[in-house]
């Protein structure tokens, strides 16, 4: 898929998201919208799922470790087709509904961890990428933690045990937004810089300045794959809010719902993206 349309598919999943956290007045935009690109070129370009093969393990999956960006994951498995009804995106996080607050494995095919507790999913994706090596499965795991995320020490057990057993089928997306919902990252804890950590605990690393640029997110991604006997970190340098206008650099919409004018508001923005 080229530049072009993968740009679409983005602004398209941007939208949905709005419109999810809005209809529900609850949920988490910023974070999803910075991620926005990060996981459109990877659901459309990467991996290799599909809405017929969604339900099976024969393929790529995908951990997302910040949970709460769920609207993100909804609106991206809804523009792949995997969601086949696109309205169903405005039954999020109502009672009954598949789509919860946190993404639950067991309600929706194409969800591969139920996640939520921070720094969890990083582990789940390296026990995921041991079972695939034991069973001689060549399909990759990938999964996306959040830079605030980093503060958990899970996070750190993992990245070592992903070392020690050569995860080479496992990459992992830093979202480095440098914001969290106390603030900046350097404020609360500062568990930067990312790369030298990483490096530190033998994983091969990639930075990708623009973090919202799907050229070099798929750079970064294409040589991941080409990585023999060691995890992949890709550090992405994102804007928490990207595409709209009072959210962008914002911590203030971690995890809040714009109102009806100011909905009206983000989705004018999105359009002229």
Known sequence: MNTEEL????????????????????????????????????????????????????????????????PLLYAVLAEKGIISDPS??????????????????????????????????????????????????DHRIYAMCGDGECEEGQVWEAAMAAHHYKLDNLCLVVDQNGL????????????????????AFGWNVITVEDGNDVEQIEDAYRQAMTVKGVPTCIVAHTVKGKGVSFMENDPGWHGKAPNAELTEIALKDLEAM
């Open 88 to 137: 169903e995106l405005m039954t999020f996080r109502k009672f009954h509904s598949r789509l919860q607050g946190h993404p639950d494995m067991r309600k929706l095919p194409g969800v591969d961890m139920s996640t939520g507790s921070l720094g969890q999913g990083i582990s789940a994706a390296v026990g995921m990428a041991i079972a695939n090596k034991l069973s001689k499965n």
């Open 180 to 199: 969290q919902i106390d603030g900046k990252t350097e404020d609360v804890i500062g568990p930067a810089p990312f790369e030298e950590k990483f490096r």
């Open 7 to 70: 740009r679409k598919h983005a602004k398209n999943i941007r939208i949905n998201i709005i419109k999810e956290v809005a209809n529900a007045n609850s949920g988490h935009p910023g974070g999803s919208l910075g991620a926005a690109d990060i996981l459109t070129v990877l659901y459309f370009n990467i991996m290799d799922i599909t809405p017929e093969n969604a339900a099976t393990q024969d393929r790529d999956r995908f951990v997302l470790s910040k949970g709460h960006c769920s």
